[in-house]
């Protein structure tokens, strides 16, 4: 996981983020709610991804 995954995650952030909007515009529900989703998706792997690296740092500092 790296910058590909960084760059993938706040993509689809803000996708989720236009999807909200436009769905609170035309008040489309459904639409919303996929904005949502894909927003607290792409947290969620932000997430994992900054777990990940936390192991990673704490794994490389007992090598030394």
Not at 33 to 56: L, S, T, Y
Request: aromatic content about 0%; cysteine-free; overall charge positive.
């Amino acid at each position: 996981m790296g910058m590909d995954d960084k760059v993938q995650n706040k993509s689809k952030d803000a996708r989720g983020k236009a999807k909200e909007a436009a769905g609170a515009a035309t008040g489309n529900d459904k639409l919303k709610a996929k904005g949502r989703d894909d927003q607290n998706q792409a947290k969620a792997k932000e997430a994992g991804r900054h777990a990940k690296e936390a192991g990673k740092n704490v794994k490389d500092s007992l090598k030394r």
